[in-house]
Nanobody
Framework: QVQLVESGGGLVQPGGSLRLSCAAS????????MGWYRQTPAKRELVAVI??????NYADSVKGRFTISRDSAKNTVFLQMNTLQPEDTAVYYC?????????WGQGTQVTDSS
């Protein structure tokens, strides 16, 4: 089992940046993949994912603006979000996937201030 704690959300102006963090309770090197999802009233969608080997994948809507990365020494996964747009407003969740198991954090709110 793994506990995930997200942080870094907040209010941001269009065109601004935020960095989200997801701290895991155990070594992320033992987890197959970690990702960021976002939830709006309409849907939940995958934003970005990074595998244990470092491979990444992004939603088309964030390619070129968001970057997912990992720091094994800190057991933390990051989501750097640049050039934020109003449609990026959502609750962002961290997810850890290991075989048949999936674990979610509690979420962090990102809100456009316009």
């Amino acid at each position: 089992q793994v506990q995930l704690v997200e942080s870094g959300g907040g209010l941001v102006q269009p065109g601004g940046s935020l960095r989200l963090s997801c701290a895991a309770s155990r070594s992320i090197d033992s987890i197959n993949a970690m990702g960021w999802y976002r939830q709006t009233p309409a849907k939940r969608e995958l934003v970005a994912v990074i595998t244990r080997g470092g491979a990444t994948n992004y939603a088309d809507s964030v390619k070129g603006r968001f970057t997912i990365s990992r720091d094994s020494a800190k057991n933390t996964v990051f989501l750097q979000m640049n050039t934020l747009q109003p449609e990026d407003t959502a609750v962002y969740y961290c997810k850890a996937e290991n075989g048949p198991f999936a674990y979610w954090g509690q979420g962090t709110q990102v809100t456009d201030s316009s």
